[in-house]
């Protein structure tokens, strides 16, 4: 049973401000001295690392917790639970940021992945963050019926955001004393505290640390003093217990080599590629390996001793022009791929294997041209493994996500790494010799056999 006091942040809509708040009420107990756990409902990378920035801070902070996500679609609902209690282990508070509406999900299958879903998988109360800017009494009305459109969604509270003046403040006040929905916080409208965004969403914290923190620290300060932080603790407090036993990566380990050495599998960081799922590291240590770090855009070495390599996720097109000037570590990469060694890459880690980017070398492994288009390519997928590869033997089902404003050509090579079979049908990445290259996101949790048969092929076993 998991007893972990925990609250969902959610809203009608995008764009109400569920990030401003959940980020500042993480900040804000975390600097009361709470151990907070950090969580993102849905596929976001870029969310949860302003999460991590925002309970590292405080007193509570006696270890790094990283952001974690809560993914009903590429998961699964029955690893909402376990997948929590592993992340929430040990605090004090779980704050779950949601995604989009609360009552919005997968596309076209009902409330599959929604915020509205995950909060009755967890058992946790919500707190709806409401964008008062342009009603008054009308939002009596909203909370009304988000409240009882599902009698299974506790909504525990509301927080009005981007309140004008002490007298609207009043007027809102008025109209939800009949809703029978408690107002738990108040937030006024202000240019201070801010976040800038760019194609894809918000820039990554990693690319700005110091301003993020500046930011933080000022956001943690606007949410303590209009949030009744006593009743929203009280709130998540009663939770009930969840039935959940902790997820643990819990791959049968692979044996290395006769040395018996882990196999060194070097992972891309760095400003360029921020979007990670900490349970890979996790999965990847747990089978065996020996995990290292690099930047490709300031290390001109792979880590010494590398057998296999896993870039994610994140802005290469934003950096191509440092990327491509780097050219030993391109080198590099380009002889381990060239060896047969086993590399996985995702969507930026795609682009960064390519021929070029915008114009701009890249490692060449691929023969494919990428380049920055005006279209967004995001959603839910279904996709299935042509052939064997490093990551996945044929046949391998999955669910996964793509997010990108670029546009690869060819798309798919004479060995493709998935056929996408929802919503679309299409070929889709690489598989060349030990590298399998995708746009497509997926969660190793979901399929743990991933991260093992990645590890069996740096430490030069058959994969099963």
Partial sequence: MVNVPRLVIAAPASGAGKTTVATGLMA???????????HKVGPDYIDPGYHALAVSA???????????NLDAYMCGTGLIGPLFAHGAAGADLAVVEGVMGLYDGASGQGELASTAQVSKLLRAPVVLVVDASSQ???????????????????????????????????????????????????LRRTDGVGTPSRHLGLVPVAERRADALAAMRELAGRVRE???????????????????????????????????????????????????????TELLTAAGA????????RDEELPEGTRGLVIGGGFPEVYAPELSANEPLRKAVAELAYSGAPVAAECAGLLYLARSLDGKPMCGV???????????????????????SALAAAGTRVRGHEFHRTVLEPGAGEAPAWGLTHPERRMEGFVRGGVHASYLHTHWAAAPAMARRLVAGCAGEAAT
């Fill in 28 to 38: 804000a107990f975390s600097e009361r001295g709470l151990a907070v756990s950090p």
């Fill in 58 to 68: 405080g007193p509570g902070a006696t270890a790094v917790r990283p952001g974690r």
């Fill in 136 to 186: 008054s009494r009308s939002v009596a009305a909203l909370v009304h019926g988000f409240a009882s459109w599902d009698p299974e969604v506790r909504i525990g509270g509301v927080i009005l955001n981007k309140v004008a003046t002490d007298r609207h403040e009043r007027l809102l006040r008025e109209a939800l004393d009949e809703s029978g929905v408690p107002v738990m916080g108040v």
């Fill in 226 to 280: 209009g949030c009744d932080l006593a009743a929203l603790l009280a709130l998540a407090r009663s939770a009930p217990p969840l039935d959940a036993v902790a997820w643990e990566p819990a791959v049968e380990p692979v044996v290395a080599a006769a040395s018996g050495a882990r196999p060194v599998i070097a992972v891309a960081g760095g400003s360029a590629f921020t979007f990670s799922y900490a349970e890979h």
């Fill in 290 to 297: 020996e995990v290292v770090p690099f930047d490709p855009l």
């Fill in 366 to 388: 691929l023969a494919a041209d990428a380049r920055m288009s005006g279209r967004l390519t995001l959603g839910y997928r279904e996709a299935v493994a042509i052939g064997d």
